[in-house]
């Protein structure tokens, strides 16, 4: 392994914005006074690279905890040939080294903007009218500044109308523009100082919130701000208390632990839970309807089964091999699942990953039925309980980390539960996919330059070719180091958000050398042969 002593130097060089202060050592780069994360990666920054006599000479610099945005990773072998003082290299080595840290310089490390301000709490309560397609809520958001004085809270919120924004009852000015709530704070909030604003809203959305009127079911299908304002980006951590008001007769499922319900009277309850763990917003939901329920312990996991349309033995049929599941990703990511888990039916959905919950169609749950072995939708959702949930791509242009992971892992509880042959199955499928992308044109890095107006090629790259990816990535490495390396990459980035680099560096730590030229190739361009 090649882990050499790095010493930086800012040579006058023009630095990116914010400066960034240089130290010694591997791993004491600076940003703004604060040590980044202890793990000695380095960013090669290309952009400043220079012809020397000695050759080719660059600027390192080192990630942080939730780096804003960096030019490009390099692994620990390559930084041993790229030193501050220049590289000597042969002259075919330079350039392909070079081209494709520039090419990774146009790659953001993570896509969302510097808020300014940490969420660390929502406290939500929706009254739902399920035949009108109409929401009410109140809500208190709790956050803190960051590393500069807060004037703005600025929140996504979908096509909410907010009714009011308080501070201790005070009223604040708040205005709403391009799916975003901006509320103006009575006063700077200080740096590190902590917060709240209280909210009321309602809305009928068009999508995020469906509410099937014939079935007297609602549930939520991914995008979160369109029912209760939220940072929609998935690199913003906060806990929840959910509150849902709805008629008496009707059952309702929802991420976190179960609280006792209230009697509203006239007909209404308030069921609430309490998610206490930090958890991306576009994993809060709920699912509600008059459902039959069933429930089953599985060691220590309380199994939750939720439907209209399915008796309680179809029920237990359908979901009877979830333990299984979380038995086996378990035991690849090295991490007990936490809490209970419930899966509903809903009218239609293609289905949803919510932390400890997932919804799937009742259609789904009939093919099930029909064919016991049509378990990978199943099996997908509740591997991003740990991939996708529990390590979360940090921007969305990294977003195959979480379904290319999901994608992979289903084929591989498949082939443990199912057969080698259940598993060549999904892998030619994802060939020929690739295949087809690139027969067309629509071959991508698996890494986005920006992911605003994803297209069906697009979506087919991130899970299709981001699962193809691995699954090369654990034929070149071999049984034993692949799922080593996967472990520690779970282990170490529980509860965090992560970047590609972040994968990267985990799988050459398990195979003791760079893989650059496997990521070059596969991951940030598009020459891996089939």
Same mark, same amino acid.
């Given at each position: 392994?090649?882990?050499?002593?790095?010493?930086? @130097?800012?040579?006058?060089?023009?630095?990116?914005?914010?400066?960034?202060?240089?130290?010694?050592?591997?791993?004491?780069?600076?940003?703004?006074?604060?040590?980044?994360?202890?793990?000695?990666?380095?960013?090669?920054?290309?952009?400043?690279?220079?012809?020397?006599?000695?050759?080719?000479?660059?600027?390192? =610099?080192?990630?942080?905890?939730?780096?804003?945005?960096?030019?490009?990773?390099?692994?620990?072998?390559?930084?041993?040939?790229?030193?501050?003082?220049?590289?000597?290299? /042969?002259?075919?080595?330079?350039?392909?080294?070079?081209?494709?840290?520039?090419?990774? @310089?146009?790659?953001?490390?993570?896509?969302?903007?510097?808020?300014?301000?940490?969420?660390?709490?929502?406290?939500?309560?929706?009254?739902?009218?399920?035949? $009108?397609?109409?929401?009410?809520?109140?809500?208190?958001?709790?956050?803190?500044?960051?590393?500069?004085?807060?004037?703005?809270?600025?929140?996504?919120?979908?096509?909410?109308?907010?009714?009011?924004?308080?501070?201790?009852?005070?009223?604040?000015?708040?205005?709403?523009?391009?799916?975003?709530?901006?509320?103006?704070?009575?006063?700077?909030?200080?740096?590190?100082?902590?917060?709240?604003?209280?909210?009321?809203?309602?809305?009928?959305?068009?999508?995020?919130?469906?509410?099937?009127?014939?079935?007297?079911?609602?549930?939520?299908?991914? @995008?979160?701000?369109?029912?209760?304002?939220?940072?929609?980006?998935?690199?913003?951590?906060?806990?929840?208390?959910?509150?849902?008001?709805?008629?008496?007769?009707?059952?309702?499922? $929802?991420?976190?632990?179960?609280?006792?319900?209230?009697?509203?009277?006239?007909?209404?309850?308030?069921?609430?839970?309490?998610?206490?763990?930090?958890?991306?917003?576009?994993?809060?939901?709920?699912?509600?309807?008059?459902?039959?329920?069933?429930?089953?312990?599985?060691?220590?996991?309380?199994?939750?089964?939720?439907?209209?349309?399915?008796?309680?033995?179809?029920?237990?049929?359908?979901?009877?091999?979830?333990?299984?599941?979380?038995?086996?990703?378990?035991?690849?990511?090295?991490?007990?699942?936490?809490?209970?888990?419930?899966?509903?039916?809903?009218?239609?959905?293609?289905?949803?990953?919510?932390?400890?919950?997932?919804?799937?169609?009742?259609?789904?749950?009939?093919?099930?039925?029909?064919?016991? @072995?049509?378990?990978?939708?199943?099996?997908?959702?509740?591997?991003?309980?740990?991939?996708?949930?529990?390590?979360?791509?940090?921007?969305?242009?990294?977003?195959?980390?979480?379904?290319?992971?999901?994608? =992979?892992?289903?084929?591989?509880?498949?082939?443990?539960?199912?057969?080698?042959?259940?598993?060549?199955?999904?892998?030619?499928?994802?060939?020929?996919?690739?295949?087809?992308?690139?027969?067309?044109?629509?071959?991508?890095?698996?890494?986005?330059?920006?992911?605003?107006?994803?297209?069906?090629?697009?979506?087919?790259?991130?899970?299709?070719?981001?699962?193809?990816?691995?699954?090369?990535?654990?034929?070149?490495?071999?049984?034993?180091?692949?799922?080593?390396?996967? /472990?520690?990459?779970?282990?170490?980035?529980?509860?965090?958000?992560?970047?590609?680099?972040?994968?990267?560096?985990?799988?050459?730590?398990?195979?003791?050398?760079?893989?650059?030229?496997?990521?070059?190739?596969?991951?940030?361009?598009?020459?891996?042969?089939?």
């Amino acid at each position: 392994m090649c882990f050499p002593q790095l010493v930086c @130097s800012c040579r006058n060089l023009p630095l990116p914005n914010p400066p960034l202060a240089c130290g010694k050592g591997r791993g004491q780069i600076m940003k703004g006074g604060t040590p980044p994360r202890a793990r000695g990666h380095c960013f090669f920054a290309p952009s400043l690279c220079r012809r020397q006599e000695e050759g080719w000479g660059g600027v390192l =610099f080192a990630t942080s905890h939730k780096p804003r945005s960096a030019p490009g990773y390099a692994s620990p072998c390559l930084q041993s040939l790229l030193s501050i003082k220049g590289c000597r290299m /042969r002259k075919g080595m330079i350039r392909r080294a070079c081209v494709t840290l520039l090419m990774m @310089s146009s790659i953001s490390a993570v896509a969302a903007e510097k808020r300014g301000f940490d969420v660390l709490h929502y406290t939500t309560t929706l009254d739902l009218d399920i035949a $009108a397609g109409e929401v009410h809520g109140e809500q208190v958001v709790r956050f803190r500044a960051a590393d500069a004085p807060l004037q703005q809270l600025v929140l996504d919120s979908g096509a909410l109308v907010v009714a009011s924004a308080q501070h201790n009852g005070r009223p604040l000015a708040f205005a709403q523009e391009n799916g975003r709530l901006i509320i103006n704070l009575a006063e700077p909030l200080q740096a590190g100082k902590e917060s709240s604003v209280e909210l009321k809203y309602q809305g009928k959305p068009a999508f995020g919130l469906e509410f099937a009127a014939a079935r007297n079911e609602v549930y939520t299908i991914f @995008s979160t701000s369109q029912w209760m304002p939220s940072i929609d980006a998935p690199d913003e951590r906060a806990t929840l208390e959910l509150a849902l008001r709805l008629p008496k007769e009707l059952l309702a499922t $929802a991420v976190g632990d179960a609280l006792p319900s209230r009697d509203l009277g006239g007909g209404r309850m308030e069921h609430r839970w309490h998610l206490r763990t930090p958890m991306p917003g576009y994993v809060y939901g709920f699912a509600a309807g008059p459902y039959r329920h069933v429930q089953q312990m599985h060691g220590k996991t309380r199994l939750n089964y939720y439907a209209v349309d399915r008796s309680q033995a179809e029920l237990q049929q359908v979901f009877t091999a979830t333990g299984g599941m979380l038995d086996f990703f378990a035991d690849r990511a090295g991490l007990a699942y936490q809490g209970d888990y419930s899966q509903a039916l809903v009218a239609r959905t293609i289905g949803q990953e919510m932390a400890g919950l997932s919804v799937m169609s009742e259609a789904y749950g009939q093919r099930v039925l029909d064919d016991p @072995s049509q378990l990978a939708l199943m099996a997908h959702e509740a591997a991003h309980q740990w991939w996708g949930n529990r390590v979360t791509c940090a921007g969305w242009e990294h977003f195959w980390l979480n379904e290319g992971m999901a994608n =992979f892992m289903t084929a591989a509880w498949l082939q443990q539960s199912q057969g080698e042959a259940a598993y060549q199955t999904m892998v030619e499928s994802w060939r020929t996919r690739v295949q087809a992308l690139r027969a067309k044109g629509s071959d991508r890095a698996l890494v986005y330059p920006d992911w605003n107006k994803p297209s069906a090629d697009d979506r087919a790259v991130v899970y299709q070719k981001g699962a193809y990816v691995l699954h090369r990535l654990r034929q070149t490495l071999g049984e034993e180091v692949f799922w080593r390396g996967l /472990r520690e990459y779970t282990r170490a980035n529980d509860g965090r958000s992560v970047v590609t680099a972040d994968f990267q560096a985990a799988m050459e730590t398990a195979a003791g050398h760079s893989l650059q030229p496997f990521f070059d190739d596969w991951v940030y361009a598009t020459g891996g042969e089939l």
